[in-house]
């Protein structure tokens, strides 16, 4: 195995012999398989795009029919009413753990800026709270952990299966970034977790199939096998944000059920995969702004209402979606708004049958736990609520074209200007960045240029000013929402100019990139 990236201060505790040789064993066996589920992909879109559509599968109705239940919830993972999610940066490990929050979605993902010093630097940091090493400080303010048992449990989410870590070569081939950022946390971490009585559990991103949650399954068998932990020790939850998988739930849950740990409601990637699955098939599959769609469309209430249907139905949890406002200390008329609508969401979810729900902040754990307790009150979840009346079809997930809402002027502003903002963060190396009192991460900028490329080419008339989205309309709206970045204070020039052609190439190029993280880490050293 070679390591191609600098080797930074301390980066030998977690680049280990030992533990890149149980990398390099995770990859040459796992590899090929990943590849060709990939491929796999590809065939499937190529189906959509030619006139195809989703359904549930017919060769598995033997599951969704069949009696089974997924394993019981692990230590540390009984009561989930509240998860933060957030980067793995010092700061950030250190709130998260302290927030109050039952979990922490520990994220090398979506909310992390994949450059080398983050992702490695982001392993060092999970094994240094584990043995209680770590601590921080800034502008005068020291952060140092609570006692272990008001900490959040540690839950990490690993890069997807369609990206690489370049800077790491096996046999002269990428690693999976998947079985990079697993494998070394499970190496360093998964004996640390289990003396502390819980044990190394995961989020699962991505995912577009149950066969890719089988490959996931085989990896843990193996892992657990390699380093002589008991079977079944790991626990994953699966976040449903692709379209395809919303029609595989129940199977996705039986692939890993000796190591599940229930699904999520990953609700803006599953918008940015609606668009993405569907955008050559004109407006039957148009959403309006990102804004107008909100969780009562009815595409969205029946996914997240099977979602909970299914959890329950195998013993599984079933936890919403981000609450990602960020609560503004100046302004007190935009907070009462804001939280307000948090309550509301929370509300909507603890009484669907929801076991848990996200938060982006820590200001928000006290709201999202007052709602769920109301509910919840001293039970750990509500897993006994099974939800029977539910009766999702396959019509009822794909009846996007039911969805209310317009797309305007300001809609399309509010796309470029995020994106931009969120993409000029990213390549400086934040992930998870506050724009507009909202917490975004690289789904908002997936579902902001995916929106615009689809309004382009389905000729969208604008509803309040009658203009048609065109190429040319929006790099004029660029050139102007840039001109007003460049105004503020703290404006690099050189990132802007970056995450402007980044943008550009993904929103406005006839080929549609299948996710923009994968020409924007080209970019990345």
């Not at 007190?332 to 076991?355: I, M, Q």
Request: net charge negative.
């Amino acid at each position: 195995m070679e390591i191609t990236g600098p080797m930074l201060e301390r980066f030998e505790e977690i680049l280990t012999p030992e533990a890149l040789a149980f990398v390099a064993g995770l990859h040459r066996k796992f590899d090929a398989r990943r590849l060709e589920l990939l491929e796999a992909r590809q065939a499937r879109q190529a189906e959509l795009s030619a006139g195809g559509t989703l359904d549930f599968l017919p060769e598995t109705k033997a599951v969704r029919e069949g009696e089974w239940r997924v394993a019981p919830p692990a230590p540390g993972l009984e009561d989930r009413r509240v998860e933060i999610t957030g980067p793995v940066d010092r700061k950030m490990t250190i709130n998260a753990l302290n927030s109050g929050a039952k979990v922490w979605l520990a994220d090398f993902e979506d909310a992390n800026s994949p450059l080398w010093e983050n992702c490695v630097s982001g392993q060092l940091n999970l094994r240094e709270a584990l043995d209680r090493a770590i601590d921080f400080e800034t502008g005068g303010k020291s952060y140092t952990l609570k006692p272990d048992a008001e900490l959040a449990t540690i839950v990490v989410r690993p890069r997807g299966w369609h990206l690489n870590e370049k800077h790491a070569l096996v046999d002269g081939r990428q690693v999976s970034a998947s079985l990079f950022d697993f494998g070394l946390y499970f190496f360093h971490c998964a004996a640390r977790q289990i003396a502390k009585g819980k044990g190394p559990y995961f989020y699962l991103p991505k995912m577009e199939s149950h066969l890719e949650a089988r490959l996931w399954n085989d990896v843990f068998v193996h892992a657990q096998e390699e380093l002589g932990i008991d079977h079944g020790t790991i626990r994953a939850t699966v976040l449903i944000e692709t379209y395809p998988a919303a029609f595989e739930m129940e199977e996705i849950l039986y692939e890993l059920r000796d190591h599940s740990a229930g699904l999520n409601a990953g609700r803006w990637d599953y918008l940015f995969s609606v668009i993405k699955k569907f955008r050559t098939r004109g407006r039957e599959f148009l959403l309006p702004e990102r804004n107008a769609v909100t969780m009562t469309a009815p595409f969205m209430r029946a996914y997240t209402e099977l979602l909970v249907r299914s959890c329950h139905k195998r013993g599984a949890h079933a936890i919403g979606g981000m609450a990602a406002f960020i609560p503004s200390r100046r302004d007190p008329e935009v907070n009462a708004v804001a939280l307000e609508k948090v309550r509301a969401d929370k509300t909507r979810e603890s009484g669907d049958g929801f076991d848990g729900s996200w938060v982006a902040h820590p200001d928000l754990v006290p709201i999202c736990g007052e709602v769920f307790t109301s509910v919840l009150g001293q039970r750990p979840n509500q897993l006994d609520r099974l939800r029977e009346d539910v009766d999702v079809s396959a019509a009822d997930l794909l009846a996007v074209s039911a969805t209310p809402g317009d797309i305007t002027e300001n809609g399309l502003r509010n796309n470029v200007d995020v994106a931009l903002r969120y993409l000029a963060a990213w390549m400086g190396g934040l992930g998870a960045v506050a724009i507009h009192n909202l917490m975004e991460d690289a789904a908002t900028a997936e579902i902001s240029r995916s929106q615009i490329w689809q309004w382009i080419h389905n000729g969208i008339e604008l509803a309040d000013t009658g203009a048609v989205v065109t190429k040319e309309l929006v790099e004029q709206i660029i050139a102007e929402e840039l001109a007003k970045i460049a105004a503020e204070p703290g404006y690099d020039e050189a990132l802007y100019a970056q995450a402007e052609a980044l943008f550009k190439e993904v929103a406005l190029d006839d080929d549609f990139a299948e996710f923009l993280t994968l020409p924007a880490y080209a970019r990345m050293p």
